[in-house]
């Protein structure tokens, strides 16, 4: 059955559902379609399509560390972070170098995102005029970089771990905002080097996880729900890999026993 990874170079102007569904569209009907992580309709970039069975494992490319080119514009506020919002000039633009964090921090998500407040989104509520109140949540800035300065712009580069919002960070700078974003990275992949590219799930799957290769008899104890025998440590997990292919995704849930959390097979 059906089962791959297709990396897309999503242009500015559409949403990462029109993506998926333009290529859903050219599937034979029933065939699933989803992806690892949106982009925001201004934003260009790496987009994961997870095609068929492939959609079972979205949570682990969702987690992967993400980077990112901006373009950040000084001397102004977005009420959205980017060029789609209201933009108010304050005229402030900084002189000199900016402090850019680093490391482990708490952001607080823009009122305009997808989190979900009471069942609603919270660009819902926000376009509503209604009061959104969101958790600080935790992330990690590994990279936050410099690259070029105009006048009133700056450019950056960016890694951060998933759940990270980038017109957060640029807004927390001073009076900025977004007005342009580039996703170029997630974990392994690339764009525009692996931009256009389809895998094989489990060619994908061995870019992110280690991968255990088992007996035919093992793979189909795990492939049916039986945990088997293993040395690794509480908390890992594995693709495991029989003589037919992928057998399923397993996690160390109890020491010495690995379990299957994704089947691949039947």
Known sequence: MTASVRLVDKPAG?????????????????????????????ATGLLLILIGRATRTQRFFMGLDKEYLVTAK????????????????????????LELPTGDMLQTPPDFSAVRVGGRRAYELARAGEEVQLEA???????????????????????????????????????????????????PFDVPGQAGVELDLL???????????VDENSASLIGHGRPMETARAVGETVAIVGPNGLVAIGEVKEAGLLSSIAGFVG
């Open 14 to 42: 559409v949403t990462s559902h029109d993506v998926v569904a333009q290529i859903k569209h050219g599937l034979p009907r029933g065939v699933r379609v989803g992806h690892a992580g949106t982009l925001d309709p201004f």
């Open 74 to 97: 000084f001397g102004a506020r977005s009420n959205t972070g980017d060029t789609e919002g209201t933009i108010t000039e304050t005229g402030v633009v900084p002189d000199g170098d």
């Open 137 to 187: 949540r935790p992330i990690t800035v590994s990279r936050f970089e410099e690259l070029e300065r105009r006048p009133t712009e700056r450019d950056y580069l960016i890694r951060c771990s998933s759940g990270t919002y980038i017109r957060s960070l640029i807004a927390d700078l001073g009076d900025a905002y977004c007005v342009s974003l580039r996703r170029t990275q997630i974990g």
């Open 203 to 213: 060619a994908a799957l061995t870019q992110i996880l280690p991968v255990d290769k």
